[in-house]
């Protein structure tokens, strides 16, 4: 008798990948984790994976129906290895891809937005996850969590601008349903916190918490994006710095009751995160 297919899981040591990948072990699914190092992660069958070596691509597809998908980080193209990889997997059977995308990029749009309007027309089965800027953005080693840690200060160039944030956990929960519900979402669905706060809100927050000042320090589209191109590609830090801008203008100001409608749950607050995750 045939094991159960699998899912395979990209980048499943990261932010979101390595929730999905536990997720779908607690429900009992097969998980294959797929990742550069081949990271063993509990529960799981690891296996080497790289966007940029196709030559990784059959062994991480073989025995799976459906794929948890994370774009190549700091990619301004990620098409160009994506589209193929899809491809291969169709043709493989895999019958079911769920992509995680971005509430700023809708289908057509730059970057992954090109995988997001190819992605109906390779799989029946499908959904794409837009989730708003992420809670954890301000944990770990992040650019944030270093700016918070060193100078005290959030810098962007947001303004005055309000953002749904997320927890990665709550993304992790849908992608789950996604991923695994007899009918699969086969829309784009925009994943956003219970509330919209600025970044000042969010410095205020983190201060109450970990009772350290924190400010929110505004910079110019050029200060932020040259801040950004000295650790990632310029085009992708130009991408990142004009996403503020939006937020300026009120691109992510809203809210959604995706969570609350696949997981049956509400999504957590930015302060329950900050009282469990940030020092």
Request: proline share 6%; aromatic share 6%; net charge negative.
């Amino acid at each position: 008798m045939n094991a159960p297919s699998a899912t395979l899981v990209i980048g499943a040591t990261g932010t979101t990948g390595r929730r999905v990948a536990a997720g779908l072990i607690a429900e009992g699914h097969r998980v294959k984790a797929a990742g550069r190092s081949a990271t063993p992660v509990e529960g799981t069958q690891a296996v080497r994976f790289d966007w940029n070596e196709p030559a990784t691509w059959g062994e991480a597809i073989d025995g799976v129906d459906r794929v948890y998908l994370i774009p190549p980080i700091g990619s301004s193209d990620p098409a160009e290895a994506m589209l193929p990889f899809l491809r291969q997997a169709r043709a493989a059977d895999v019958r079911r891809a769920v992509l995680l995308s971005s509430s700023a990029i809708p289908a057509g749009g730059p970057a992954v937005g090109q995988v997001h309007q190819a992605l109906p027309g390779l799989f029946e089965q499908w959904a794409v996850l837009r989730p708003s800027w992420f809670m954890q953005n301000f944990t770990g080693s992040t650019p944030h969590a270093r700016s918070i840690e060193e100078e005290g200060a959030i810098m962007s160039a947001s303004g005055d601008g309000r953002v749904g944030f997320i927890d990665a956990e709550d993304i992790a929960a849908v992608a789950v349903r996604a991923l695994t519900d007899e009918q699969a979402p086969n829309t784009d669905l925009i994943l956003t916190g219970p509330q919209t706060l600025s970044y000042a809100d969010v410095a205020v927050t983190i201060a109450e918490v970990t009772g350290r000042p924190v400010v929110h320090r505004q910079l110019t589209f050029e200060l932020l994006r040259d801040r950004w191109a000295a650790e990632i590609p310029l085009e992708f830090a130009t991408m990142l710095a004009g996403m503020d801008v939006a937020i300026a203008e009120g691109a992510e100001d809203r809210t959604s009751d995706t969570v609350q409608r696949l997981t049956g749950r509400p999504p957590g607050t930015f302060r329950a995160f900050a009282e469990r995750e940030v020092s």
